[in-house]
């Protein structure tokens, strides 16, 4: 049966991937094509309900998709705030960008720690089975 409990670093994953969701909402007033602004709030409503899914059910396809979440905002936050995004100009004092790029990175710090103690908990499961 795999392993659904909760950690801190797993709550940590769940609040830096709402965290991600509240930047998107904001950054998508920003937008100007109604297209796109629905597509961003799209996209915020799936990282919400990852973030739903991680703090009550944290199975490996919800840390997936935080992670590739993850990977999404590390990734936008990086090119708004050096070469910008496509057809716009760079913005280095982005206040969306750079806390979504500090979201991005606790919740992979967050994932790593998660990783490892659940590691720690699955070595020590079969270290007390005492059959064969």
């Given at each position: 049966m795999p392993d659904t409990s909760q950690t801190?670093?797993?709550?940590?994953?769940?609040?830096?991937?709402?965290?991600q969701a509240v930047l998107l909402v904001a950054w998508s007033t920003r937008v100007t094509t109604?297209?796109?602004t629905a597509g961003v709030v799209?996209?915020?409503?799936i990282t919400a309900l990852v973030a739903l899914a991680l703090a009550f059910r944290?199975?490996?396809?919800?840390?997936?998709?935080?992670a590739l979440i993850a990977t999404y905002a590390l990734t936008s936050g990086l090119l708004v705030v050096t070469i910008g995004l496509p057809s716009l100009a760079p913005e280095p004092t982005d206040p969306v960008a750079l806390v979504s790029l500090v979201?991005?990175?606790?919740?992979y710090v967050a994932l790593e720690v998660d990783r490892r103690a659940?590691?720690?908990r699955a070595a020590l499961r079969r270290a007390r089975r005492t059959y064969a």
């Open positions: 801190v670093s797993s709550l940590v994953v769940a609040g830096a991937t709402a965290a109604s297209t796109l799209g996209f915020a409503l944290n199975t490996f396809e919800a840390r997936l998709a935080a979201a991005a990175m606790a919740g659940r590691a720690t």
